[in-house]
């Protein structure tokens, strides 16, 4: 019988470990303008070796006694309200008292920042004009403060219900709730609100509008024939109400006028506002594109002189005492730790910058122009080879970054494409190929749309031929349906 041992061996592996400070860098290096400025007025919070500034110019003899004469005359007794009378201030201000103290040319960074009722104020404000009990308003807000930002009331009645009375203990029936939902429905803006699905809330919007014959069929359309319309089986409702062609046309384009998210119409959400600050401002001038950091919410960073001054004061002394001695490593690392990012702030300008240079070389054509059948075949490595930067560093410094251009504020991704050969064995952007799909389908007979295979044939016609799978999958991203959904009557 075998005895079990235990051994021991020596093997060798190599591995990457991040340190912390790399981890730090890597992370300062992702984040856009926003962000940063977020991220630099935290370290500032909670390093106080760390402040925002220009570097200090060391002062001078001449220097000193300006500011004593300086600080001499601030001494006299001088009063500016002994020469300005209130009226005079409030009319014609100084130049030098004015809080906006600006001139034409310089720029304004401003952000506009408006302030709207939310779309439930909106609907509770139209619940004061209805004949309601006091139960019932309750009920009727309680209905209100479930309906969602596009507009629907996603909830069944008898849910309502029961929240009505376990949560609120008002007992009422499940058809007391329908019928002020209803009443929803039938009287509060916009058209179409409070509805349970696409379906109702479209019927709901066709009930206010003045009747007509098209208006009628779209109505029976929705409510009789609702999965055949959303298939585009014409041939079947027109068969099922015994119309024309041309009526069932007409009955279409009333439906496709209603809106499917009527919250829209009002809604405006002030808090799922998105602002896109652009990380790069690229200027075109007789030829010369110019590549600058938006910098101009981002403050300079330098080291505290007064930490720096008394960490000297302590290692200048012999010896020093415990506390001392904590002190002294407790200021080290402050301003160490503010040198570190000061240095991290400056490399990723760097990074950033050489990058973006490196984009615009590559795609000079392009921001020349502002063409984007310009924009020529460019991926991840290309720019990674360039710059002497890992391909990683490239997809991190193309994430979550805008360049403002003269052409418009772009993602950085947007300069990016793969390529493939045409005809001819030329590279060409997938966003050419893009295109021209996109505007054989936006020319394509509406009654009789180009399939799959057809659409393959028209791109080799023009020069790129690709197959019939990746014409497919072309045609989702752009969001185009397949033929028979792009179908019209």
């Not at 920042?113 to 209805?130: A, P, R, T």
């Not at 039938?186 to 409070?194: K, L, M, R, W």
């Not at 409702?237 to 279409?252: G, H, K, M, Q, T």
């Not at 730790?337 to 984009?359: K, V």
Request: negative net charge; contains cysteine.
């Amino acid at each position: 019988m075998e005895k079990n041992s235990l051994t021991q061996e020596t093997t060798l592996k190599q591995k990457t470990t991040l340190t912390p400070l790399q981890i730090q860098e890597i992370r300062i290096l992702e984040y856009p303008t926003l962000e940063l400025e977020q991220r630099i007025e935290r370290e500032i919070e909670e390093n106080p070796a760390l402040e925002a500034g220009a570097e200090e110019k060391e002062t001078s003899e001449e220097d000193d006694i300006d500011q004593a004469e300086e600080d001499a005359l601030q001494n006299e007794d001088f009063d500016l309200n002994d020469y300005i009378s209130d009226d005079d201030y409030e009319e014609v201000p100084d130049y030098r008292t004015r809080t906006n103290n600006v001139s034409p040319d310089d720029k304004q960074e401003d952000i506009p920042f408006s302030v709207g009722e939310s779309f439930q104020e909106q609907l509770l404000s139209q619940l004061g004009l209805l004949s309601l009990t006091p139960l019932q308003q309750k009920v009727a807000q309680y209905i209100i403060g479930n309906i969602d930002q596009d507009g629907y009331l996603r909830r069944e009645t008898e849910q309502l219900a029961d929240d009505l009375a376990f949560k609120a203990n008002i007992n009422i029936s499940d058809k007391e709730v329908e019928d002020i939902i209803r009443l929803i429905q039938t009287t509060f803006e916009p058209a179409g609100v409070a509805a349970r699905d696409l379906r109702e809330s479209l019927i709901l919007q066709l009930q206010r509008k003045q009747p007509a014959p098209a208006i009628t069929l779209a109505q029976n359309i929705l409510d009789k024939k609702y999965k055949e319309f959303t298939s585009h089986h014409y041939q079947k409702i027109i068969e099922r109400f015994n119309v024309s062609e041309e009526e069932l046309r007409d009955a279409i384009k009333e439906i496709q006028k209603l809106n499917p998210k009527p919250g829209n119409t009002y809604s405006q959400d002030i808090y799922n506002v998105t602002a896109v600050v652009p990380d790069f401002i690229i200027d075109v001038e007789e030829g010369n594109i110019n590549v600058s950091l938006n910098n101009g919410m981002v403050p300079d960073l330098r080291v505290n002189r007064e930490f720096s001054q008394i960490l000297q004061q302590y290692q200048a002394q012999e010896s020093h005492s415990k506390q001392e001695k904590d002190t002294i490593a407790f200021i080290k690392d402050r301003i160490d730790s503010a040198r570190w990012f000061i240095d991290a702030i400056q490399q990723r300008n760097t990074t950033l910058l050489r990058t973006m240079r490196c984009i615009v070389a590559i795609q000079r054509d392009y921001f020349l122009e502002g063409d984007e059948t310009l924009l020529k075949p460019m991926i991840l490595k290309d720019v990674a080879d360039r710059t002497g930067y890992d391909v990683s560093t490239i997809s991190r410094v193309s994430n979550s970054k805008y360049a403002q251009t003269p052409y418009g504020i772009f993602p950085l991704r947007y300069f990016f494409s793969e390529s493939m050969a045409n005809s001819e064995g030329e590279e060409v952007a997938t966003r050419t190929i893009k295109n021209a799909l996109l505007e054989i389908i936006n020319n394509e007979d509406p009654l009789a749309p180009a399939g799959d295979d057809e659409l393959v044939t028209l791109l080799t016609q023009r020069g790129f031929p690709i197959a019939r799978r990746t014409v497919a999958k072309y045609r989702k991203q752009l969001g185009i349906p397949v033929a028979r959904l792009r179908k019209s009557i």
